[in-house]
C-alpha cells in the first residue's frame, strides 16, 4: 500500500509561486493546502497546476474533522475529490482531530479523547473516506495543550488501534510529537518507537513557540535542534521517509527554506548511516 | 448523545463561550493548570479568526486602526460563527455585518470598505474563463448583431460606493496617511475583475455603468442601445457610436467572457 518515497519537500506557499516556477529550486516535491485550492479558479489554482507539471504535490487538509461526531461532510469531500482528480497528487493527509461541532468549525486541530469510543469512530470514518476518495490516506498526529480525563490509552496506543482498524498510512510530525512530549510530559521516543514504521508514509518538520510552561505549535520558526535530533532517531528507526518543512507564518524567502531543507538531507542522511552500521 | 458528542460540543462551548464545565474533562494536578491548558485553544480560536479577517480587510484594519479592528473583528466572530469549511470565506458576511450592527453602523464606510475588499478577493479566485477578443466580436456577421447578448467574466463584481473609500484604498498602498471619511457626490459604481491573474478596480461613468448594468441583465445589445439613447437623451447615431466606445473598452478590460446570438422571442 506504500507509496513511492517522494524524498524532501516544502509546503507550497503564495509568495514562493513565482521563484518556483523561475528558479526551479532543489525541493523533491511540494505539499499544498488543500483548502486553498478548493476554489472556482484564479491564480493559486493556476500556479499549483504549473508547478505540478514539474514537481510531484501532496494534497494537505486541515479541515476534514475526521473525530468531529458531526456527520461527515459531503459536499468538502466532493471538492476535495475533484481537486485530486484535477492535480492527481501523490497523496492526500488530514489530521487525527476535530474542528467543531453542530456544524460550526473553530479551524483549530482540536484533541480526541484516547477512548475505545474515539477510535471505534474515527476509524469507520477513515474508512469511509478512503472509499470516497477511492485512496488511502495519512493520518496525521497533532499537538496538544490538554490531555482528556477519559482516555484510557496513550496517544500513540490510539494512532495504533485507529491505523489498523482503519487501514491508513499515517505522517508523522515530528515536531509535534516534540510538543505534545513537552506538554504532557511523555517520552517522545517512546511515542516513535511506537509507531506501526510500516504505515508512515511523510514525516513534517517544524518550528514552535516555547512559552516556558509549555510549547505552542506555531510553524512560525525554524527548527530547534532537539527535533533535529528526534527526527535523527526518527529516520534511524524508519529508514528514509518523505520529509518536509512546515512553514505558516513569518514565511522566510525560499532560499532559506531550501537550505533548511538542504539540513533535513543531511540529518537523514547521517542517520541511515548510523542505522547501517548499527 | 454519546460521550464522545457531549465532550466535544462542552469543549467547543468553552472555546466559543468561555463555558467551564469542560475543565473537569481535563487531566491535571488542579483547576489553574486545567484553565491554564484550556486557555490556549480560547485564544488561539480568536487569534486565528482575527488573523484571517485582517487577511481579508487590510485596509479596514488600518482604518480603524489596530485596536479597535481587534474589536471589531472580535464582535464579528461572536455574531457570525464560522459554518465554513474554509477560512477563506469566514469573512464573507463582514460588510453586512457592519452595515447592521448598532455599534458601526453610524460609521457607513466600515461596510463600504469591507464591501470592497471582500469583492476584489471575489474576484481574485472566481472561476477561471476566457475572455472575448477583438477578432472574435469583428467576426460575428452584421444581421447578428441586434440578438448578440453578452456574458460577463465571472470575476467583475460592481460596487455602489458613497463613500471615499477608493481614496483611502490609494492611500493605504501608497504608505500614506489614510483621509478622514468624506461623503462622496454623486456616489459612484466600481468595477472589480481579473485579467491576467491580477486584480483591477475603477470607476465606471454614469453611462458606462447603466449600459453595463443593462447588458449584463440580458438585454441584447441593439436594444440595449436603443434605450440606453432615450436614457441619456443623445441620438440613435450618438448613443451607437458611444456604445461601441464602451464595448471597445470592456473587452480591452477582459469584462466579457463571451456572447450568444439568441432570438427574441
Ligand atoms: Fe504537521
Redo the contacts with the bound molecule.
Sequence with gaps: MHFQNLGFGLGLRTTHYEEILASRPCVDWFEALSENYMVRGGKPLHYLERIRADYPVVLHGVSLSIGSTDPLDLEYLKALKALADRIQPAWVSDHLCWTGVARQNIHDLLPLPYTPEAVDHVASRIVQVQEFLRRPILI?NVSSYVNFSQSEMTEWEFINEVAKRADCLL?L?V??VYVSGFNHGFDPHEFIDALPAERIQQI?L?GHSNCGSHIIDTHDAPVIDKVWKLYSYTIEALGPVATMI?RDDHIPDLATLVSELDQARKVARNATRIAASA | MTSLAELQARFQRHIVHDDQAVTSDISGPDDAYRQERLLIYYRAYRLRLIAALAVDYPVLKAFVDEQRFEELATAYIEARPSMVRNLRWFGDSMSSFLHYDPRFSDEPILAELAEFEWAQGLAFDASDAAQLGFDELASVPAEHWPQLHFVAHPSLQLVTLQWNVIAIWHAHRDNKTLPPATLQEPDGTIAVWRKDYKTYFRTLDRDEAWLWRTLAAGTAFSEACSRFATKMGMDEAGAAQRAAQLLHTWVEEGWIQGFEILSDD
Design positions: 496525521e505522517l510530525d515536531n509535534n513534517h517544524a512546515e
